[in-house]
Structure formats: structure tokens, C-alpha cells
């Protein structure tokens, strides 16, 4: 939710900031502006509605020149995207310019005050409210700015990362956290700032990630310096990037997304990578090894996610009570945070997110902690907030994805519940030995199976013509196939905007059967299963009320192919890893479904990657 980016030095400030924008675009776009100071002691302000080439387009024609600058892409909350409410907000007396990513919930109060002292307000936005009272504060108290931010952050309630730059002093960027993430990189004679280190990854490796309630003061020929908000010191804790420039460029392919689905078979090769091991005979988790006693005693294991996490997370359910037989629950992490979750020391706590900063998942994981259970993290973004957050975890090791809609981290994290359910077996002896073996024999030739369900693209970009204008597509499937169901449906609304629902098969038939007629395709997901003759029976269900049917079937399947009207086949494995197989179809058609559309499949509208606020 919103992206910031900020930066001193002697580089060309516009083209850095622009850059990082386009590469924090994944945050929000519905509007994008940027402040400049330079020699000629003035602060300039642009900005503009829509994504961050409208901007360019914007400042063709402006004073480019600076020595510092802060720039912002948003996804609006308080206030329709426009240009007026889009960031940086600038103070009363416009010497102030402040960028924020968050959600400042007392800002009404605030606002009240301070319109009753004079100020006059310009947009809509929460976070003119915090520049304003950075203002204030600072001529009443005649303080530095770093005093008047830390003073303004002490009377504020919400989530924040900002940024701010003062006209009087164009060598100073004053930056500080509160639940949104920001990590600034510490180059050679110039400092960056972001919401995450892709924006400045190739100009240097070195990045410290801020804590919450902290502030960091950046001015240029200084070293930087971390403050708290009761002004005690920080210490400095520089980290080594392994992030590379290579991970964030489309690499020949028209779409993000579309080199993340063809990326999967080397992702989950290094999401496995040292995981598996003895020819497949035995799990390594170091999440698990490191915790053993947890794992052996663990009563419970609740898992919270959001959106397709949450969809991982429910196979996570099905994979850890078949190997562990340990119950597991599985909440919505938005909801279980307010829910009154009953928790203690022995139950166990795993939470999902590709971002590692949702707001929501990260909260339900600090609830969970404080209230004395283990928590667990399984996160794509290595130094966000929920792997800082929790006792032990595990990363998925798939790269950056930059594509909204989540491909490679849904199978990524398919991956890890997988191999951290058979850890967990393992350790726990609710498995036997060869029968891990045999499923981890497997695992390492997903990668194959991955590449050769991957052939089925032409096929795939063919079928999606026959189906782009339906306004209506139901997905069942059954056991480890119901929550790919979800997960499909779930790709094809955020991407095409195409109405779609995911429903156990089962559960068709007591209700939105009666939606079914020649106008509504259904996407069957049945591979050979246990519960195949149970889904055959569904699939004959859909056909005998006049369905056409899109089914997802394993090689050599001839039941199906006889009722189905198209048939995509996928290699036989064990039941445990269809999710990861069948997923990638479906992922392809959401795709082309919205290529042939003529969506942004890249940045669908209203949509956001990292979703930071409540
Ligand atoms: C996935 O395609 C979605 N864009 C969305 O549902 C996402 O999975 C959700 O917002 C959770 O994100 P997280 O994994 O980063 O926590």
C-alpha cells in the first residue's frame, strides 16, 4: 500500500526517484508525485493522477534540479486518487514536504486542532495532517525538525513510514516507522530510502532496516543516525542485500506475471534447495530442528494468512493433520485479530504472507505471540516485519514477485507447508520413514513436472478464447484440490474482473448448481485422487445441466475426457503435491483470460501488492 522513495546525494535525484517508483509500482498507482530541493533553494512539488508515467509525462517540462528528494506512488485510502490527494502533502507555509505509506487513525482529532489554530487544509488526506502538525509544532517550539517529527509521531495513532524534507535545510531527509516497512541503503557518499530495497539495489548492497518507533536522521556528508521516539540512540545493524537488478526485470517476457509462472520450476528448485535431502529420504527444516521440543508438544497449530496465502494456508491445513494428525485451524488473519482468539504456550502459530508486511497478518501474529504461543512465519521478503516478528520460520526462497497477482510465492508456500508438515511427521513419528521417502523422492522432481505442465501454454492461450467473455466461472474441486479451486478463481477476478467462484464440489449441489447453464463454465480441478470417483460424479452433475467444463485431469484419464468438454492433463505424483501441479493451469488461463481482455494483468485496478492497511 503506497510506495515511498527517498534520496541524497550527487546522483540525478529525479531519475533515481522515478526509477524506484516504477519499481515500487506494485504498491499502488493511483497516483504519484515527488518533492525536489536543490541549489536554488526552492522546493518543488509534482504531481499527478495515475501511475508513475503519468508523472513523467508530467515533469517533462519542470525544474528537474536537486540535491534531495522524496517521491511517493499511492494507493488511496483517505480520499479518491487525484491530484490533489496525491503525495508529498506540504505544510501551511510550504516549507515542509512529507511522503507517507499508512494510515493515521487519529487524524480527525488532529485535524480539528488544528484547523482551530489556523490551518487551512488542501486535500482529503490523513497525511496532510501530519505534515501540518510537523509544522506547527515546529514554530511553536521553535525546534529542529527531527523534534518536531519526533513530538508529532508521540501524539499520532496508526501505522506510518514517512519521509520528510525541510526547504531551509536541502541536506536533511528525517524518515521514521510505525507498521510500514522502510529500509534505507547506505552507498558511498549518498543514502537512499524505500519501502523496500528494490529501488536502490543497484547502486548499493548495504541497507539497515528501521524498526518501529523509529527515526532515522539522513543528511548528506554525515554518518546516519537512528533515533527512538523518546530520543535514546539505536544502534546501527547493517545488513548485505542479496537481492539482484536481474530479479526485477520482466527478462524478455511481456508481463511480470507471466515470467513468474515460467519461473516456477527454478524457484521451487531453490525453495527445496537443502530441504530435502539423502536422495529425498529425510526433511530439513532448520525453522523445525531449531524448535524441536515446540514441534513435539505443539497441541494446536493455528494458521493466519491473507488472500492467496490464505488459500496455501488451508492446503497447510489438509498436508499437517494427514502427516502430523495435530488439529489445525485456519483463520483469516483480519478476522482472527479481532475474534478473541483463545491461545496458549502450547499451541503454535503459523503465519503467511509473501510480503511479510501485510497488516493484517502481521498483527494476528503479534496477538498470537503476546498471548504465549510459538509463532512461526513463512514469508517470501526477506527483513520485512513478520519474520522480525515471530520466534522461528521459514523464507520461501523464490525471488522477488513483482506481478500483483501472487504465482510462484502461492506455489512456493505450498512448498514449504509441505515440507514443514513432513518435518514435523518426521519428527513427531506420525509417518513412516519410507513413506516420507517416497513423497520426498517426488519433491525433488517437482521441478520437472512443473516445467512439463508448463508445455501446456499455447493450449492454455488457445482455450482462453473460447472462454474471455463469460461473465461467470465456478471452480470446484475436492480434498487438496478445493483450495486451488479457491486459489483459481481468485486469479481470474483480480486479473480479468471476471465474476469467479471457488466452492467445494460437493457443496455445488446445494446451491450454485442452479447458476449453472451453458452460459457459465466450471474449471473442475480432479486428479486422480481419492475422491475421484466422488469429483466424476460432480463433473457429470455440471455436464447434465447443460455446463461446459474446463477439467484439470491426470495423464491418461479417460473417464473425464469422455464427459469434460476440454481436458488439461497433469503428470501423475502423490495426492499431497497435485496443489502445486494443478495451480500452474490455472494461473495461465487466469493470464491469457486477461491478456485477451486487455487488462493490466500486472497491475490490476484497485488492487495493491503489499497490503499495509486494516
Ligand atoms: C494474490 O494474488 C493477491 N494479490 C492477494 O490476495 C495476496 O495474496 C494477499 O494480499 C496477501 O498478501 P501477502 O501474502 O503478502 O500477505
Avoid at 494468512?305 to 492446503?315: D, P, R
Avoid at 497433469?570 to 496443489?579: D, F, G, I, K, W
Wanted: glycine share 8%; proline share 4%; with cysteine.
Amino acid at each position: 500500500m503506497c510506495g515511498i522513495v527517498g534520496y541524497i546525494g550527487n546522483g540525478n535525484v529525479y531519475d533515481i526517484l522515478i526509477k524506484g517508483l516504477h519499481r515500487l509500482e506494485y504498491r499502488g498507482y493511483d497516483s504519484a508525485g515527488l518533492a525536489l530541493e536543490g541549489e536554488d533553494g526552492k522546493l518543488k512539488v509534482y504531481k499527478s493522477k495515475g501511475k508513475v508515467s503519468n508523472l513523467e509525462e508530467y515533469c517533462k517540462d519542470k525544474s528537474l534540479d536537486a540535491k534531495v528528494g522524496i517521491a511517493h506512488t499511492r494507493w488511496a485510502t483517505h480520499g479518491e486518487p487525484s491530484d490533489c490527494n496525491a503525495h508529498p502533502h506540504y505544510s501551511e507555509d510550504g516549507k515542509l514536504a512529507l511522503v507517507h505509506n499508512g494510515t493515521i487513525e487519529n487524524y480527525k482529532v488532529l485535524k480539528d486542532a488544528l484547523m482551530q489554530h489556523g490551518c487551512t487544509f488542501h486535500s482529503e488526506t490523513d497525511t496532510e495532517v501530519l505534515v501540518q502538525l510537523i509544522e506547527y509544532i515546529k514554530v511553536k517550539n521553535n525546534c529542529s525538525l527531527v523534534d518536531a517529527v519526533r513530538e508529532a509521531l508521540n501524539q499520532v495513532v496508526g501505522a506510518y513510514a514517512i519521509a520528510v524534507i525541510e526547504k531551509e535545510h536541502p541536506d536533511t531527509i528525517v524518515a521514521a516507522r510505525q507498521s510500514s516497512p522502510l529500509v534505507i541503503g547506505i552507498g558511498e557518499d549518498e543514502t537512499f530510502l524505500a519501502s523496500d530495497a528494490t529501488p536502490f539495489v543497484e547502486y548499493t548492497k548495504e541497507a539497515v532496516y528501521l524498526n518501529d518507533g523509529e527515526i532515522a536522521v539522513i543528511k548528506q556528508g554525515e554518518p546516519l543516525k537512528i533515533l527512538k521516539l523518546d530520543n535514546s540512540e539505536s544502534k546501527i545493524d547493517v545488513k548485505t542485500l542479496e537481492l539482484s537488478i536481474s530479479q526485477l526485470e520482466k527478462g524478455g517476457f511481456p508481463h511480470f506475471m507471466l515470467k513468474e509462472i515460467f519461473e516456477q520450476p527454478s524457484t521451487l528448485k531453490t525453495c527445496i534447495r537443502g530441504r530435502v535431502v539423502d536422495d529425498g529420504r529425510r526433511i530439513h527444516i532448520n525453522g523445525i530442528n531449531d524448535h524441536k521440543d515446540t514441534f513435539l508438544n505443539a497441541k494446536r497449530i493455528v494458521i493466519v494468512a491473507c488472500g492467496t496465502s490464505w488459500h496455501a494456508a488451508l492446503l497447510g491445513k489438509y498436508l499437517i493433520q494427514d502427516m502430523c494428525k495435530i488439529p489445525v485451524e485456519v483463520e483469516y488473519a483480519s478476522e482472527f485479530r479481532y475474534s478473541n482468539p483463545v491461545l496458549d504456550n502450547r499451541d503454535v502459530v503459523i503465519a503467511i504472507s509473501q510480503s511479510g508486511e501485510t497488516a493484517d497478518t502481521l498483527a494476528a501474529a503479534k496477538i498470537a505471540r503476546k498471548m504465549g504461543a510459538f509463532v512461526y512465519g513463512i514469508s517470501n521478503s526477506v527483513g520485512s516485519s513478520i519474520p522480525r516478528e515471530t520466534d522461528s520460520g521459514t523464507y520461501l526462497h523464490v525471488g522477488p514477485e513483482i506481478g500483483v497477482a501472487s504465482t510462484k510465492a502461492f506455489t512456493g508456500q505450498v512448498m514449504v507447508l509441505t515440507l514443514l508438515a513432513l518435518g514435523v511427521a518426521q519428527l513427531r513419528g506420525t509417518m513412516e520413514s519410507d513413506q516420507i521417502a517416497e513423497i520426498g523422492k517426488e519433491i525433488l522432481r517437482i521441478p520437472d513436472y512443473v516445467e512439463k505442465v508448463l508445455k501446456l501454454n499455447e493450449k492454455i492461450e488457445r482455450l482462453s478464447l473460447i472462454y474471455t467473455y463469460a461473465r461467470n466461472f465456478l471452480y470446484l474441486g475436492r480434498g487438496y484440490s478445493y483450495p486451488v479451486a479457491l486459489e483459481g478463481a481468485l486469479k481470474l477476478k483480480e486479473i480479468s474482473y471476471i465474476h469467479a467462484e471457488g466452492y467445494p464440489a460437493a457443496e455445488m449441489k446445494h446451491g450454485p448448481i442452479a447458476l449453472i447453464d451453458a452460459e457459465m463454465p466450471s474449471v473442475i480441478i480432479a486428479p486422480n485422487d481419492h475422491l475421484y470417483e466422488k469429483i466424476v460424479s460432480n463433473v457429470q452433475q455440471v455436464k447434465a445441466r447443460g455446463g461446459n467444463i474446463i477439467a484439470i485431469v491426470t495423464e491418461g484419464d479417460t473417464v473425464i475426457r469422455n464427459i469434460a468438454d476440454h481436458v488439461l492433463e497433469v503428470p501423475p505424483m502423490p495426492e499431497c503435491l497435485t496443489p502445486i501441479i494443478t495451480s500452474i493451469p490455472l494461473q495461465l488461463l487466469s493470464y491469457y483470460i486477461a491478456i485477451n481482455k486487455g487488462k493490466d494483468v500486472d497491475m490490476p485496478r484497485n488492487l495493491a501488492k503489499s497490503v499495509t492497511v486494516e
